[in-house]
T-cell receptor, first 114, second 115 residues
């Protein structure tokens, strides 16, 4: 069965500092990996995805993520965080051996302080 | 120009009632989903329909019944509501025929509170 772990419930960072949100996954087939962001009382917005190709994926709002097969990780990064990046971030995986089901991590709350 | 829309946005009801949540997508996608987000923000898939056919049915009480009248709509009917059904329900859609690389796009959510 596929699974996703986001080891940090919350990440605090000062505005302008680099932001990293961690994600590790477990699949039996090839992983398709996604990051979504949820602002308060809003739906999930797609940020970026890794399907194949370059391990460094660039997405919306200046975010990027690095796929590391040996460490089964897909950490989300932003070089310089903004206060407006404060939100709940979800990592998700789709396993080629498990149909089109998307399995989410538990979410990481990011708080960017001015 | 909303891509995935849900109605209602908020739903407050009494235990034992029956209620429906509607979802519509105008992206031309062939697959739609229902997810449940609990009070701890954990997201889990409930159902998925591809071209009006049920393709994912997770372990969900049979009080929950999805209905897809056409590719652009997926409604969720809940019978005999219980306190534990209180959650945020998200609808999503994707183009499955494009392969598993396709992104799922989410609606704004329906916040259900059962009293």
């Amino acid at each position: 069965a596929q699974s996703v772990a986001q080891p940090e419930d919350q990440v605090n960072v000062a505005e302008g500092n680099p932001l990293t949100v961690k994600c590790t996954y477990s699949v039996s087939g090839n992983p398709y990996l996604f990051w979504y962001v949820q602002y308060p009382n809003r739906g999930l917005q797609f940020l970026l995805k890794y399907i194949t190709g370059d391990n460094l994926v660039k997405g919306s709002y200046g975010f990027e993520a690095e796929f590391n097969k040996s460490q089964t990780s897909f950490h989300l990064k932003k070089p310089s965080a903004l206060v407006s990046d404060s939100a709940l971030y979800f990592c998700a995986v789709r396993d080629t051996a498990a149909g089109n089901k998307l399995t989410f991590g538990g979410g990481t709350r990011v708080l960017v302080k001015p | 120009d909303t891509a995935v829309s849900q109605t209602p946005k908020y739903l407050v009801t009494q235990m034992g009632n029956d209620k429906s949540i509607k979802c519509e997508q105008n992206l031309g996608h062939d697959t739609m989903y229902w997810y449940k987000q609990d009070s701890k923000k954990f997201l889990k898939i409930m159902f998925s329909y591809n071209n009006k056919e049920l393709i994912i049915n997770e372990t969900v009480p049979n009080r929950f019944s999805p209905k897809s009248p056409d590719k652009a709509h997926l409604n969720l009917h809940i019978n005999s509501l219980e306190l534990g059904d209180s959650a945020v329900y998200f609808c999503a859609s994707s183009q499955l025929s494009g392969g598993m690389r396709e992104t799922q796009y989410f609606g704004p959510g329906t916040r259900l509170l059962v009293l």
